[in-house]
């Protein structure tokens, strides 16, 4: 890394580039909108702001793009060399990298309980990184881990230069045009205030010269027939990433309480529970696979008559469970 | 709606019954409350920007809708203005999309000085087929279908843009006009009742715009007040010459042998045609009144005048035109070739003979079509034929991209114009190519 990126010298000088990284109904989009609606203000700059997502349900990988320079912008392609990578939700990162193409003494925001250390480090980065726990900050003021009123006021740190009082204007006035309630209204307030003290920013070294470098299009290969793409109508479609992130099943039987009633089995759209056959029984579970297919609908859950299946807290990026401690 | 109107005598007319005057327009005008009282400025995506337009006009009173991604949010933000503002205004959220264009339909025919606008999208715009077709030949000018372009094809499904959807109904009879960005969708909706209600029009329009590349993208929006719009509407718009029609007796009641079919469609024809003219004269009206410009047939980059002896001259439309205006200069720098590109506005009737002219230098055509066809493209189709009969006419390259909605890259647009410039250079031309990320697939 020769030297950090000055954002606003990418700004006046050419296009500032940003991408995020998030989970769709995690308010990703929301966070970019208001960050648009902010940096309008400023009658010098023209802003381009605009999302990517598909028909998928709430958990699946959504993008957010944003441009901004002094001068007009016309180009309307996505935003692949970003110089600011937020992620929003760090459970994304098992879909994509989020810091593809990033150039070297780039920004990166990520709304995350772990320092800037440890995440430039986990994630191999190298330049500003600011982290927040915007989850934390949610579910103490929202009450749902909806980390994108910090990751917001994270991104307006890294840009720098923003009034505070412009920025949190910003953010409730997005919230207002989505004619949310008065009392959620405040409690947003809560939580950018609270926002304002916890980011954290440091800068590193981690990356390596073929890390989060962009992988050639070789073409779309052959498609079976009907079939929407290579990952549709096969077990290459990784249905996990549509969980809701921070959490993972868990099935535990250490009293051999299973009844081999196979609800579970049959209820699982996903065939991801594991069952050998019992005489006296029926089909004992004897445990999930929940690496890929698992979406935690919640089927098994509700069908268990003895309680065996479990949702805990989980986090995909890193492999620990909340209860685990976090390597300082 | 309940404009507390007053009943007027009624004149009978060999098409049933006529009620002259039975709307008050200036009780319509009086009622409008403005949404902008001064020129102001916004952080809008496009299907806001559209909303907002139609929100502002006096002659729309009635907003008749049924959701579909991705222009949902057109429908969403008029009846979220209409409900936090009560008024004359009202929102008539229907069964389907069928039902929507027969909405149109009565409301329009009923009253011929006001506008009726909706928006969909894909197979939404297909379901509205039957009465499309109807409206198109019907002269209710006074219809604004706002398209927001979706691959029309249920499968394999897909919610981003792509043209299919206004390039399978090219032939419906609307005015089919392309914008880009916030800020041309909003001109254009403004614009559109005046060349659609023009006395020598009479034909309804469709705006359209990319789905989630523009519709959901937001830019700085610049909002005129509702005063001077209507000023700006209604120099171009005079009370309709023909009778509001209710009762039953609409525009479609006629059923007519092929002697009489075929002068209907001349006439139809005819009509259409006069847009060649009227649209820059109204486009040129609105820079005047507004200082932006208004409508075009296209928009050009890269050109020094018409007929200009450009290497290279693209033919495309929409947002992903702007990443090859933003990449042009760089290119004929590097490769030393001379290049402009012409995105075009007016889809249907096509401009021919301005797009006959503005080619007539070219070394190399290369058109870029944004939609699925088994063969050359649709655009590459119509722009054959506008050179066709040049004495030199430039070579077409045909090429795809963009399908789906999937992103033109800078790197697919320095392929597309390197095969352009093979092509300058000699090298055999393929009938169609397809491209993404910078590969020729």
């Not at chain 2, 009978?12 to 005057?21: F, L, M, N, P, S």
């Not at chain 2, 039953?248 to 009509?271: E, I, P, Y």
């Amino acid at each position: 890394m020769d030297t950090l990126l000055d954002l606003r010298d990418v700004i006046a000088r050419g296009t500032l580039e940003i991408r995020g990284d998030g989970k769709a109904g995690g308010g990703l989009i929301l966070a970019f909108q208001s960050l648009a609606a902010l940096l309008l203000q400023d009658p010098t700059l023209h802003v381009q702001e605009w999302p990517f997502f598909s028909s998928a349900r709430r958990g699946a990988n959504i993008r957010s793009f944003m441009r901004v320079s002094a001068r007009p912008i016309t180009a309307a392609c996505e935003v692949t060399r970003p110089t600011v990578a937020l992620l929003m939700n760090e459970g994304a990162t098992a879909a994509v990298d989020f810091a593809e193409g990033v150039p070297d003494g780039g920004t990166f925001v990520i709304n995350t309980r772990h320092s800037p250390a440890e995440c430039a480090q986990h994630f191999k980065l190298s330049g500003r990184v600011f982290t927040v726990p915007g989850d934390d900050i949610g579910l103490k003021h929202l009450k749902a881990p909806l980390g994108n009123v910090s990751a917001f006021v994270a991104l307006t740190h890294a840009l720098g230069g923003l009034d505070p009082d412009a920025v949190g204007k910003s953010f409730l006035a997005s919230l207002r045009k989505r004619r949310i309630p008065d009392s959620v209204i405040e409690r947003n307030r809560a939580a950018l205030d609270a926002s304002r003290a916890a980011v954290r920013s440091g800068v590193y070294r981690c990356a390596g010269p073929a890390d989060h470098t962009a992988a050639q299009f070789a073409g779309y290969g052959a498609l079976p027939v009907g079939a929407q793409s290579p990952l549709r109508l096969s077990l290459g479609n990784r249905t996990a990433n549509y969980a809701p992130s921070g959490f993972r099943l868990k099935f535990d039987d250490p009293s051999g309480a299973c009844t081999g009633c196979a609800h579970c089995i049959t209820h699982c759209p996903e065939g991801v529970i594991h069952f050998v056959p019992d005489d006296r029984r029926g089909l004992l579970v004897t445990g999930v696979d929940v690496t890929n297919h698992c979406k935690l609908c919640g089927e098994c859950i509700a069908v268990c008559p003895e309680h065996l299946f479990q949702q805990l807290p989980y986090e995909e990026a890193w492999g620990v469970r909340d209860e685990e401690p976090v390597a300082p | 709606m309940s404009l507390d109107l007053p009943i007027l005598p009624r004149a009978t007319t060999a098409a049933g019954e006529r009620y002259d005057g039975v709307i008050d327009l200036e009780r319509v005008r009086a009622a409008h409350q403005p949404v902008h009282r001064r020129r102001d400025q916004l952080s809008a995506d496009g299907n806001t920007a559209a909303a907002i337009a139609t929100l502002q006009m006096w002659r729309c009173i009635l907003y008749p809708g049924f959701p579909i991604t991705p222009s949902t949010k057109w429908i969403e933000t008029v009846a979220a203005y209409v409900a936090s503002h009560p008024g004359k205004k009202r929102v008539k959220l229907l069964e389907a999309e069928h039902a929507v264009a027969d909405y149109l339909a009565g409301a329009a025919a009923a009253c011929r000085d006001l506008v009726f606008p909706t928006a969909t999208s894909s197979v939404g715009l297909d379901h509205m087929t039957e009465t499309t077709r109807s409206l198109g030949a019907s002269g209710l000018g006074n219809v604004m279908v706002i398209n927001v372009y979706r691959a029309t094809a249920n499968y394999p499904l897909c919610i981003e843009g792509d043209p299919s959807d206004a390039l399978a109904h090219r032939d419906d009879g609307f005015i089919q006009l392309v914008c880009r960005g916030p800020q041309q969708i909003y001109d254009t909706v403004l614009q559109a009742p005046c060349l659609g209600m023009h006395p020598e029009i009479m034909t309804p329009t469709m705006p359209g715009y990319w789905g989630i590349k523009d519709s959901h993208r937001s830019a700085r929006l610049v909002v005129e007040p509702d005063e001077e719009i209507h000023a700006f509407q209604d120099a171009w718009l005079p009370e309709s010459r023909l009778p509001g029609l209710l009762n039953g007796d609409t525009a479609f009641g006629n059923c007519v042998t092929s002697r009489h079919f075929q002068g209907f469609k001349l006439d139809q024809k005819r009509r259409m045609e006069r847009v060649f003219e009227l649209l820059p004269r109204i486009g040129a009206d609105f820079e005047h009144h507004f200082g932006r410009p208004g409508l075009g047939l296209f928009d050009g980059a890269g050109w020094n005048g018409t007929a200009d002896d450009v290497d290279i001259a693209v033919v495309g439309m929409g947002p992903d035109f702007g990443t090859f205006e933003a990449l042009r200069a760089g290119y004929e720098k590097r490769h030393r070739v001379r290049v402009a590109g012409m995105a075009m506005r007016l889809l249907t009737p096509f401009p021919r003979e301005a797009v006959r002219a503005r080619l007539a230098g070219a070394g190399v055509v290369l058109v870029v079509n944004h939609a699925h066809h088994y063969g050359r493209g649709h655009l590459t189709l119509d722009v054959a034929d506008a050179i066709a009969g040049l004495p030199d006419p430039p070579r077409i390259v045909s090429v795809f991209a963009g399908l789906g909605g999937a992103d033109v890259s800078e790197g697919t647009w320095e392929a597309l114009l390197d095969r352009a410039r093979a092509a300058l250079a000699g090298a055999p031309v393929p009938a169609w190519g397809m491209f993404h990320e910078g590969v020729a697939l």
